[in-house]
């Protein structure tokens, strides 16, 4: 009976586990060091593989990112730039010298759109002002929007200030002039409108209309502006980067982000067809923290 229950054990046990269930022949005495050693040759062996498989992964986890990699999401206002920045709105367009706004972005293209008499001669007094601050001299990139005076003052910059056009990158929508919805077409004058209605919370908008003319708030053009330095800080590390804008407000709201100022105050930093300016973000504008009751903003530049 004991012949014929052990008999049934091995015949139901796996072929793995079949060794263990016999008795060893006293010619096997070594087997529990013959074990011992493949079951630390497998070990090692495993180790080995793991080296190998692991040792890519280690090798991009220890070696340093480059600054433009390691940078990641902008913020503002930014702890510091990687790249030094002049901003520059386009000189004045036709519309503009016929005094009206124009914000559609149907329009941006258009010849209208483009730079007046006036607004060539402000583009080119532009273009030697930077020559004159050096902003080129160890070569420099100029991003305008596509919008036709931004552009046109582009190629004057690069032609003034011996820029090969390739360094022209044309930015074909976080550049556009702000969207003044009901706004469009009326006297340059309104937009001062727009602006005692910026003065009382970045999110308020214009009055929408229906030709397809967006209306944004302080806060939708503090968003497009923003994507573009995440562009552009993660592009270029320890370059020149020329901005080139339509109108006022992408400037104005983009400097304000950079400097920490309230957004409902960019107006205060208007820039007039033609004007550049050095970016500074260490140069903090006396009126960051006004003493009037009237802004109270615990997190600028990010205030409602």
Known sequence: MLSLSASSSSSTASPASAPF????????????????????L??????????????PFLHHALVPRSPALARGLFRMPPPGLANRYFLVRAGESVYESYGVLRTNPVAKTSVDSGLSVEGARQAAQ????????????????????????AYQAAEIIASVNGVDR??????????????LGAFEG???????KVYESDNISSD???????????????ADVFVRVTQLMSILETQYSADTVIIVSPDSDNLSVLQAGLIGL???RHSDLFFSPGEVRLVD???????????SAVYKCANPPSCK
């Open 42 to 55: 497998a070990i090692r062996r495993r180790r080995i593989l793991l080296a190998v498989l692991t040792t």
């Open 281 to 291: 973000p260490n140069s903090i504008p006396d009126y960051k923290q006004p003493a």
């Open 186 to 192: 009326r006297s340059l004058g309104s937009i001062n």
């Open 204 to 218: 308020n908008k214009p009055p929408p209309v229906d030709d397809g003319t967006p209306n944004e708030s302080v």
């Open 166 to 179: 390739s360094r022209i990158v044309p930015e074909y929508s976080f550049l556009d002039a702000r969207g």
């Open 21 to 40: 269930l016999s008795r060893p022949h006293k010619s096997d005495h070594h087997c529990p060091d013959h074990h011992r050693n493949l079951l630390l």
């Open 126 to 149: 532009t273009a030697l002002e930077l020559k004159r601050l050096g902003a080129c001299d160890a070569s420099c990139w100029i991003w305008p929007s596509i919008t036709q005076r």
């Open 262 to 264: 309230d957004l409902r």
